[in-house]
C-alpha cells in the first residue's frame, strides 16, 4: 500500500514538473516576443487547474498515507495554488492576465514563480523516489 502511494505521487510529481517546465517556457517565449501576451496567458491559464488538482492528489495521497512530513512539505503549496486561483480579480482572463502580465513586474513573478515550484516539484520527485525504493525493499 505504501509504495503504491509513492508510485503514484512519483508519476503526480512528474506531471507538475512538466508543468512547471511548460510554465517556464511559456513565459520565456513571452518574455522574448515569441507570442504575444494573449496566446501566452490562455495557454497558461488551461493548466492552472490541472496544476492545483496535481498537488492537491499529492497533498492529500500524504494526508491519508499519515506522512506528516511530506503532508506539511505539500501543504502549502497546496494553499498558494488555492489562494492564487480564488484571488484573481473579477474581469481578469484569469491568473495570468494579457492585460497585466507586463505591469508591476508581474512577468518576473510568475517567473519567479515557476522556477520555485521547479525546484519543489525535484525535491519532492527525489523523496518520493527515495521513499518509494525503502516501501518496496522494506515489503
Known sequence: MEAAVFILSLIDCCALIFLAVYFIITLSDLECDYINARACCSKLNRWVIPEMVGQSLATVLMLVSLHWFVFLLN?????????????????????????????????????????????????CFFIYLYSMILALIND
Open 75 to 123: 501543504l502549502p503549496v497546496a494553499a498558494w495554488n488555492l489562494y492564487r486561483f480564488l484571488k484573481v480579480p473579477m474581469g481578469n482572463m484569469g491568473v495570468f492576465d494579457p492585460t497585466e502580465i507586463h505591469n508591476r513586474g508581474q512577468l518576473k513573478s510568475h517567473m519567479k514563480e515557476s522556477m520555485i515550484k521547479l525546484g519543489f516539484h525535484l525535491l
